[in-house]
T-cell receptor, first 116, second 109 residues
Framework: DGGITQSPKYLFRKEGQNVTLSCEQN?????MYWYRQDPGQGLRLIYY???????QKGDIAEGYSVSREKKESFPLTVTSAQKNPTAFYLC???????????????FGPGTRLTVL | GQQLNQSPQSMFIQEGEDVSMNCTSS?????WLWYKQDPGEGPVLLIA?????ELTSNGRLTAQFGITRKDSFLNISASIPSDVGIYFC?????????FGTGTSLTVIP
């Protein structure tokens, strides 16, 4: 089955620690995204990548870092610089195309991060 | 980034009733998407719309791509308890996706 996997489902971390969230897709999509979702709020874009070894900051990139060494993988690191990291994190992917390309985005199951 | 205007914010309906929600934007989009999210899970794509004026159905769900390309609506007919969840709209232009704030649907048996 093609899809997006995120691990772990639940993650706990102590203040001051960095933590890495995993995201893998086997949809052969070029573009991958990380979103943050807080209770009762919409999705906010953290980082996105349109191609391997390239990524761009989204609206709330401060305190986060990413890498894109393989097409299938787009891990997100939540650093100790992120002031309020407790949230639900969603990874997504899509085909990549030009400005007038029709496109759909698919999501993983999410990782809930809690900072203790 | 741009956030789409989605309404209503929440709905409480009786089982069997029809539901309607909509999204508006100040920008045009190539694609309108509708998702459903259950608590603690990722959003699941319900319907994708590609053409202005397009009306698409998926079972009891019907969605339309507004003629101006700046709006879309989703209708759910004959609601059932498993329709409970949060519904998000999204607009796509290039590699960018913009999301509504969600409509929380509660179905009362």
């Amino acid at each position: 089955d093609g899809g997006i996997t995120q691990s772990p489902k639940y993650l706990f971390r102590k203040e001051g620690q960095n933590v890495t969230l995993s995201c893998e897709q086997n949809l052969n999509h070029d573009a991958m995204y990380w979103y943050r979702q807080d209770p009762g709020q919409g999705l906010r874009l953290i980082y996105y990548s349109q191609i391997v070894n390239d990524f761009q900051k989204g609206d709330i990139a401060e305190g986060y870092s990413v890498s894109r060494e393989k097409k299938e993988s787009f891990p997100l690191t939540v650093t100790s610089a992120q002031k309020n990291p407790t949230a639900f994190y969603l990874c997504a992917s899509s085909l990549s195309g030009g400005a007038f390309y029709f496109n759909e985005q698919f999501f993983g199951p999410g990782t809930r991060l809690t900072v203790l | 980034g741009q956030q789409l205007n989605q309404s209503p914010q929440s709905m409480f309906i009786q089982e069997g009733e029809d539901v309607s929600m909509n999204c508006t934007s100040s920008s045009i989009f190539n694609t309108w998407l509708w998702y459903k999210q259950d608590p603690g899970e990722g959003p699941v794509l319900l319907i994708a719309l590609y053409k202005a004026g397009e009306l698409t159905s998926n079972g009891r769900l019907t969605a339309q791509f507004g003629i101006t390309r700046k709006d879309s609506f989703l209708n759910i007919s004959a609601s059932i308890p498993s329709d409970v969840g949060i519904y998000f709209c999204a607009g796509q232009f290039g590699n960018q996706f913009y999301f509504g704030t969600g409509t929380s649907l509660t179905v009362i048996p």
